[in-house]
């Protein structure tokens, strides 16, 4: 099935500094999401991408839909401590078999004060 | 508030013991979602709905059962619990093709032993 390879993994930065993840795919997605977990709780909506190239900002945050529609990037910057926590990428394919999101395993965020 | 709901929210079982999770959302979606998450693994689909009345496998469905009672309300059942299956169960929820993304629970902490 459809996969998203998401990187990096993990991260542990200094509070300030900037940060990047991304993810690629293999497929062409119609829609990117990205979200964030905090320790204990649900995964919320942070940024939705609908246009190949498209860039969002949402306060600190920007993402950005890759031209060729495999990949989306998300940067954070001056980051805080409450940016901790786990950034998901989803990828949307309209009419997909298992159900229509698909997952990147996720990137876990540790920010040093 | 609107959003949805899920309990438990914490649960311990012992091998073998049978328990239902349960999701109720209060946002008019016609799709649900259960998802596993584990460490490293991101997010699996186990069970979804896309309107009530349907119910479709997703990546890891062994083990499980689901019913979706009403528009509003989505189950998810472990007959038999294992230990394989301690983890932490979110529900969604979807509509208009998801491209607005899926709202989530705040997640059921399932231990078995």
């Known amino acids: 099935g459809q996969q998203l390879n998401q990187s990096p993994q993990s991260m542990f930065i200094q509070e300030g500094e900037d940060v990047s993840m991304n993810c690629t795919s293999s497929?062409?997605?119609?829609?990117w999401l990205w979200y964030k977990q905090d320790p204990g709780e649900g995964p919320v909506l942070l940024i939705a991408?609908?246009?190949?190239?498209e860039l969002t900002s949402n306060g600190r945050l920007t993402a950005q839909f890759g031209i060729t529609r495999k990949d989306s990037f998300l940067n954070i910057s001056a980051s805080i401590p409450s940016d901790v926590g786990i950034y998901f990428c989803?990828?949307?394919?309209?009419?997909?078999?298992?159900?229509?999101?698909?997952f990147g395993k996720g990137t876990k965020l540790s920010v040093k004060p | 508030n609107a959003g949805v709901t899920q309990t438990p929210k914490f649960q311990v079982l012992k091998t073998g013991q049978s328990m239902t999770l349960q999701c109720a959302q209060d946002?008019?979606?016609?799709?649900m979602y259960w998802y596993r998450q584990d460490p490293g693994m991101g997010l699996r689909l186990i069970y979804y709905?896309?309107?009530?009345?349907?119910?479709d496998k997703g990546e890891v469905p062994n083990g499980y059962n689901v019913s979706r009672l009403n528009k509003r309300e989505f189950s998810l059942r472990l007959e038999s619990a294992a230990p394989s299956q301690t983890s932490v169960y979110f529900c969604?929820?979807?509509?208009?093709?998801?491209?607005?993304?899926?709202?989530f629970g705040s997640g059921t902490r399932l231990t078995v032993v």
């Open positions: 989803a990828g949307l394919n309209y009419g997909g078999s298992q159900g229509n999101l698909i």
């Open positions: 709905s896309a309107s009530e009345g349907t119910t």
């Open positions: 991408l609908y246009k190949a190239g």
């Open positions: 969604a929820t979807g509509t208009g093709g998801s491209i607005r993304g899926y709202t």
């Open positions: 497929s062409i997605f119609n829609t």
């Open positions: 946002m008019n979606h016609n799709s």
